[in-house]
């Protein structure tokens, strides 16, 4: 089964919880504390995979979560790490955020991975706050919880020339004679219903990966037909073969198949309309195909190169293949238009507040990373870990804040799923 969009969850593992102990044993009555860190949380990891060309296993299988961290033990003992866990992806896995549409990372090649979740950090047992003036602490930290999101899916294929053309047109027939590929191929449209790739060898040593992928439609560019689910394939090809059907066997005239086959292009994608093009005048094996042939000749008129070919015969698909490889050497890879989260965010982060104040009704909201993590690894339940809890936040500044916001003495304050009575 081919599926190339695929919604799916992902949750990090938590990070264990710090231990509060003390050494007790026959000699040493006072020990000292012992108790060790809780171990980290598992990541979520996005590989990709060469051999794999489909998102079925994402389809089947749509949430993942990573292994939680150990909780620290008496005697220094450190809670033991949880497990990572894999999703294997084929290359040309386009990752996005399921809620803001951006994307996170583009999986060009095999072996790349990437961290879709981050695990959360285990909590310092009560060994790291022993102080000269609290020799004795009571309190831990609770684990930091897990990264968790839904992301969307999508598969480009990774192919280095495309076939496009008007259903029935013979890029099937193209392909299963100039690879080991295996299309199914029959006299109507439509007949390819999933894209399929094939590696033609020009020389023992040079080849391509070379893409067929369901015919297009006037309209595709907008969803009729097969529409998004073809242009989206030949976002990544370098160049494009364009086969028009010159024998008219379907009733169509070639020049406004070639015409609207690059409408289509160009209202979905310019940067595709612009691709090197060669166009493959297929059929030329049927009488019909002669009168075709010269009017799209007369039309292109050297504007891209025509080969006139015959899937059927085999008649010049070797002058096509070799084309269709110079042009390749020559045209260098395309980008995404849209860029993946950069390193300038991720430091741009690190010089701003670790929190934001936002008021929603009688709620004083605060967000962020750093604020998230230091309410959720606060055990509430302990009345000193909470004294704490209070003085970092006024050395953050989140006290302040909260009061030019408005927020007076018994005021709720929110922070992910946590509440409590705002204190000035």
Same mark, same amino acid.
């Given at each position: 089964?081919?599926?190339?969009?695929?919604?799916?969850?992902?949750?990090?593992?938590?990070?264990?919880? @710090?231990?509060?102990?003390?050494?007790?044993?026959?000699?040493?009555?006072?020990?000292?504390?012992?108790?060790?860190?809780?171990?980290?949380?598992?990541?979520?990891?996005?590989?990709?995979?060469?051999?794999?060309?489909?998102?079925?296993?994402? $389809?089947?299988?749509?949430?993942?979560?990573?292994?939680?961290?150990?909780?620290?033990?008496?005697?220094?003992?450190?809670?033991?790490?949880?497990?990572?866990?894999?999703? *294997?992806?084929?290359?040309?896995?386009?990752?996005?955020?399921?809620?803001?549409?951006?994307?996170?990372?583009?999986?060009?090649?095999?072996?790349?991975?990437?961290?879709?979740?981050?695990?959360?950090?285990?909590?310092?047992?009560?060994?790291?706050?022993?102080?000269?003036?609290?020799?004795?602490?009571?309190?831990?930290?609770?684990?930091?919880?897990?990264?968790?999101?839904?992301?969307?899916?999508?598969?480009?294929?990774?192919?280095?020339?495309?076939?496009?053309? $008007?259903?029935?047109?013979?890029?099937?027939?193209?392909?299963?004679?100039?690879?080991?590929?295996?299309?199914?191929?029959?006299?109507?449209?439509?007949?390819?219903?999933?894209?399929?790739?094939?590696?033609?060898?020009?020389?023992?040593?040079?080849?391509?990966?070379?893409?067929?992928?369901?015919?297009?439609?006037?309209?595709? +560019?907008?969803?009729?037909?097969?529409? +998004?689910? *073809?242009?989206?394939?030949?976002?990544?090809?370098?160049?494009?073969? +364009?086969?028009?059907?010159?024998?008219?066997?379907?009733?169509?005239?070639?020049?406004?198949?070639?015409?609207?086959?690059?409408?289509?292009?160009?209202?979905?994608?310019?940067?595709?309309?612009?691709?090197?093009?060669?166009?493959?005048?297929?059929?030329?094996?049927?009488?019909?195909?002669?009168? @075709?042939?010269?009017?799209?000749?007369?039309?292109?008129?050297?504007?891209?190169?025509?080969?006139?070919?015959?899937?059927?015969?085999?008649?010049?698909?070797?002058?096509?293949?070799?084309?269709?490889?110079?042009?390749?050497?020559?045209?260098?890879?395309?980008?995404?238009?849209?860029?993946?989260?950069?390193?300038?965010?991720?430091?741009? *982060?690190?010089?701003?507040?670790?929190?934001?104040?936002?008021?929603?009704?009688?709620?004083?909201?605060?967000?962020?990373?750093?604020?998230?993590?230091?309410?959720?690894?606060?055990?509430?339940?302990?009345?000193?870990?909470?004294?704490?809890?209070?003085?970092?936040?006024?050395?953050?500044?989140?006290?302040?804040?909260?009061?030019?916001?408005?927020?007076?003495?018994?005021?709720?304050?929110?922070?992910?799923?946590?509440?409590?009575?705002?204190?000035?």
């Amino acid at each position: 089964m081919f599926i190339d969009k695929v919604k799916i969850y992902v949750k990090a593992g938590n990070g264990g919880n @710090g231990c509060v102990s003390f050494r007790r044993e026959k000699g040493v009555p006072k020990g000292g504390p012992n108790g060790g860190d809780g171990g980290r949380g598992g990541n979520v990891v996005a590989v990709s995979r060469e051999h794999l060309n489909t998102l079925v296993d994402q $389809y089947y299988n749509q949430h993942y979560k990573a292994g939680n961290g150990e909780n620290g033990k008496g005697g220094l003992k450190h809670g033991r790490n949880g497990e990572d866990i894999m999703v *294997f992806l084929p290359p040309g896995t386009i990752i996005r955020d399921a809620d803001t549409q951006k994307i996170i990372v583009d999986l060009k090649t095999s072996g790349q991975t990437f961290i879709l979740a981050s695990g959360g950090i285990g909590g310092r047992g009560n060994t790291r706050f022993k102080s000269s003036t609290n020799q004795t602490p009571r309190i831990a930290e609770k684990g930091e919880p897990g990264e968790e999101r839904a992301l969307d899916l999508e598969l480009r294929l990774i192919a280095d020339v495309g076939l496009l053309g $008007y259903p029935n047109a013979g890029k099937s027939s193209i392909l299963s004679r100039v690879s080991a590929a295996k299309p199914k191929i029959a006299d109507y449209p439509f007949t390819t219903l999933i894209p399929v790739l094939g590696v033609v060898r020009v020389t023992e040593e040079k080849s391509f990966v070379l893409a067929d992928i369901p015919g297009l439609i006037e309209g595709a +560019h907008s969803g009729v037909g097969l529409g +998004h689910e *073809f242009l989206r394939h030949i976002f990544r090809t370098r160049v494009l073969i +364009h086969v028009v059907d010159v024998a008219s066997v379907d009733g169509r005239d070639p020049v406004e198949d070639y015409e609207s086959i690059n409408d289509e292009l160009y209202l979905y994608d310019q940067g595709l309309a612009e691709l090197p093009q060669i166009i493959a005048a297929n059929k030329i094996d049927l009488p019909e195909s002669k009168n @075709g042939l010269e009017k799209l000749q007369k039309h292109i008129s050297g504007k891209n190169e025509i080969i006139p070919i015959s899937a059927v015969t085999g008649v010049g698909l070797t002058e096509l293949i070799y084309k269709a490889f110079e042009l390749l050497e020559k045209t260098p890879p395309r980008d995404l238009q849209e860029e993946p989260e950069n390193q300038e965010e991720i430091i741009e *982060f690190l010089y701003k507040p670790g929190f934001v104040v936002n008021k929603e009704g009688l709620k004083y909201i605060l967000t962020g990373k750093t604020i998230r993590r230091i309410v959720l690894m606060t055990d509430m339940e302990n009345d000193l870990a909470v004294a704490m809890l209070h003085e970092k936040l006024k050395k953050m500044g989140v006290i302040k804040a909260l009061i030019d916001a408005g927020a007076k003495s018994g005021d709720t304050v929110v922070v992910d799923k946590v509440e409590f009575t705002f204190v000035p």
